[in-house]
């Protein structure tokens, strides 16, 4: 079974810290995924990695960085959070789009800014 | 642009009750993919069904089947004699041709009662 694990399910954090949330994935997914998720808006797509080193913005990057160093890791960084950035937050991750592979997601993040 | 659709906000039934999901989406993509996931209360999305533009047979899952209608951009999801672990979020989703993003319908809220 694909494997997506986050490494942190709730978190309380204050407004202005620095915040990391890290994925890892056992299938070697080349494609890896941070999306947040808030009532009535539904699923939106923060950043997107095809590779290692490799990212794109998806619909609201703003506030946010990422990282992929290694194949199976994909961390979200918040620089300097935000009470609006409280959310839940998913990862995922997928083979190369040529056949519209499946998309694997975490359990979610649960983030709270103070 | 992509646009996925889920009318229905919440829905609820009575345990052994057979319960339709509605999900209408808009692609001008000729070769797109069609998910269904499943998010139980403790936040997962677990992945249901994949389907691609080019097959429009429907499927059965057990208790659950697919019905996919181009002429209606359609791909609705019935749950049979449904159970209280059936209640959860499900969310519909859409992804064009060769393009990475995964676009959700806002999800529906389906509770089972016993």
């Known amino acids: 079974d694909v494997k997506v694990t986050q490494s942190s399910r709730y978190l309380v954090k204050r407004t202005g810290e620095k915040v990391f949330l890290e994925c890892v994935q056992d299938?070697?997914?080349?494609?890896m995924f941070w999306y947040r998720q808030d009532p009535g808006l539904g699923l939106r797509l923060i950043y997107f990695s095809y590779d290692v080193k490799m990212k794109e913005k998806g619909d609201i990057p703003e506030g946010y960085s990422v990282s992929r160093e290694k194949k199976e890791r994909f961390s979200l960084i918040l620089e300097s959070a935000s009470t609006n950035q409280t959310s839940m937050y998913l990862c995922?991750?997928?083979?190369?789009?040529?056949?519209?592979?499946?998309?694997?997601f975490g359990e979610g993040s649960w983030l709270t800014v103070v | 642009a992509q646009k996925v659709t889920q009318a229905q906000t919440e829905i609820s039934v009575v345990e052994k009750e057979d319960v339709t999901l509605d999900c209408v989406y808009e692609?001008?993509?000729?070769?797109?993919?069609l998910f269904w996931y499943k998010q139980p209360p403790s936040g997962e999305l677990v992945f249901l069904i994949r389907r691609n533009s080019f097959d429009e047979q429907n499927e059965i899952s057990g208790r659950y089947s697919w019905n996919f209608q181009k002429s209606t951009s359609s791909f609705n999801f019935t749950i049979t004699a449904s159970q209280v672990v059936d209640s959860a979020v499900y969310f519909c989703a859409l992804k064009g041709g060769s393009n990475y993003k995964l676009t959700f319908g806002k999800g529906t809220l389906l509770t089972v009662n016993p």
């Open positions: 299938m070697d997914h080349e494609n």
């Open positions: 692609t001008r993509d000729t070769t797109y993919y």
């Open positions: 995922a991750s997928s083979f190369p789009d040529s056949s519209g592979n499946t998309i694997y």
